[in-house]
């Protein structure tokens, strides 16, 4: 075979392999790379959603979080300054404190409730306050721990002012055998919300 048919044929054969090349890479390859390059994109489309609904849930979770510590705060606001006066309550807590502390409450005077001046806010609400004045009665140290207690009280009361004299019995102004009790009068000022 001469040299120039050897080429002839080499660039034949060189040109069916280009075609058959061609013909597999149209037929076979490229379908497939097509259908590989969709879902790649089907995939990062799904990740792309996950991650962002990821976000939101943990975005969500934590509102929700925020919102649980938003209510516990209220509810222990609730407690030191109510809703409303709570005259109720604050008798009751007026006879509480007196018990625990084993002092006897002669009497108990609530004035009536009065509104904090200024203009009505609908997101923020006003205080109110009401005298309490009382009278009562114990040792020296009962009375102490009482007056302690009123001022670490839960309920938000300021002291006002106050008063202690040795407790006299009789109508001729005898102390008590040894004059180891005492008669405090106190006025103090609870705090409240308004509705």
């Known amino acids: 075979m001469k040299t120039s048919s050897k080429r002839i044929l080499s660039i034949l054969f060189s040109a069916v392999f280009l075609m058959a090349t061609l013909v597999v890479y ?10 590989a390059s969709s879902k790649q994109s089907l995939v990062a ?8 609904q990821k976000a939101v849930v943990s975005q969500v979770t934590k509102l929700i979080g925020q919102f649980q510590n938003a209510a516990q705060l209220q509810q222990t606001v609730s407690l030191a300054m109510p809703i409303g006066e709570g005259v109720t309550q ?3 807590q007026w006879q509480g404190i007196a018990g625990a502390n084993q002092v006897t409450l ?10 904090a001046i200024g203009k ?6 006003r205080l109110g306050s009401f005298e309490e004045d009382a009278t009562v009665t114990g ?8 007056l302690s207690s009123l001022e670490t009280n839960t309920r938000i009361t300021n002291i006002t002012s106050f008063d202690m004299k040795p407790f006299i019995t009789s109508s001729a102004g005898n102390a008590l055998s040894g004059g180891d009790l005492y008669s405090l009068q106190i006025s103090a000022v609870a705090f409240y919300q308004e509705q």
């Open 45 to 52: 489309s799904k990740q792309n959603l996950y991650d962002s």
């Open 90 to 92: 604050a008798l009751n």
């Open 106 to 115: 002669q009497s108990l005077n609530i004035k009536p409730p009065t509104l």
């Open 26 to 35: 149209g037929n076979l390859i490229q379908p497939e790379i097509q259908a």
């Open 120 to 125: 009505r806010d609908p997101f923020l609400k």
């Open 139 to 146: 040792t020296y140290s009962a009375i102490k721990t009482f």
